[in-house]
């Protein structure tokens, strides 16, 4: 008897093109919806499932999985994965992946051009034009920060941090960073970066840009208190995941002149913006494009199709997902006997 095709869902409209691929291996589920997704939704469609390609929008942890018991993947298309509850999907031999790498670039671009127009305030200026105010123009109207000469921080210097880092050098900053741990002295060189600790970071900074992945443990790492240790004539950034931020705190501060500028990408709400950042002329908001040029969206949708037939056992990587982020807990789960049931064959080598 031929053995059944796995049946796959994608979550979002995404590229037809490349999505199409999955069709060569599995029965694929698409929708033409942009579609918001209650707990109850997902657990309903991954019930039946062997894979699913998905957005950060869809938050997939123990109860969402808890009655399907023939998913074996999970397709993240982001590099940021903290919607999935990566141990609970290894606990249950789901392999999950994301799509590092083919954003990098394209991310850290979007964080130069918040970096640029926070400190420039262009979304002021533009809108001081728009409303016709131009005719009550002052010299000294409008006044930015520099960006050449002024120190950066990076909070996180890892793919996209460190593509931050070089280009701020063709900008002549200078460079100061904060990781767990320092990075190799040699690559601390190439990029001109400097390590400090992290209230260094914060009172060193002129324009400070948060690029850490999101962590329960990172929640709120910039609140009130660190706030305050910034220069009130700083900017911040934030391209990485709203969590990092005391949405509350940072509005008060922006208010109240104890900080000049924000540029945000990234929210706690998303896709709701707090009423007390909307309110003010000091932010630059864009709605968490940092990947979304039209080339690097279309190499993480690939990357994802890629991941996720891998996972499933197809394709030249079958088997070993380019980028599976779940290893250990797979591991975990094989070597303490499957908890997936007879109905699961997992086919991730290790
Ligand atoms: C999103 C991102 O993936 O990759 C990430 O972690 O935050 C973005 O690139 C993108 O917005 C699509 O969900």
Redesign the pocket.
Known sequence: MAESRPRVWVSQPLFDDIVDQLRAHCDVETTQAVTRYTSTDLAEKLASLEGALV??NERIGAAEIARAPRLRAVAN????YNNLDTAALGAAGIAATN?PDV?TETTADLGFALLMATARRITEAEAFLRAGQWNTWSFTNLLGADLHGSTLGILGLGRIGQAIARRARGFGMRVLYHNRSPLDAKVEAELGASYVSFDDLLSGSDHLVLVVPYTPAAHHLIDAGALAKMKPTATLVNIARGGLVDEVALADALANGRLAGAGLDVFEGEPTVRPELLALKNVVLTP?I??ASLATRRAMVQLAVDNLLAALGFGPDAGRPPCLVNADALDAANAGGATAGDTKTTTIKR
Do not use: D, N, Q, R
Not at 77 to 80: A, P
């Open positions: 957005t950060l298309v982001g590099v940021g799509t954003l968490h940092g990947s």
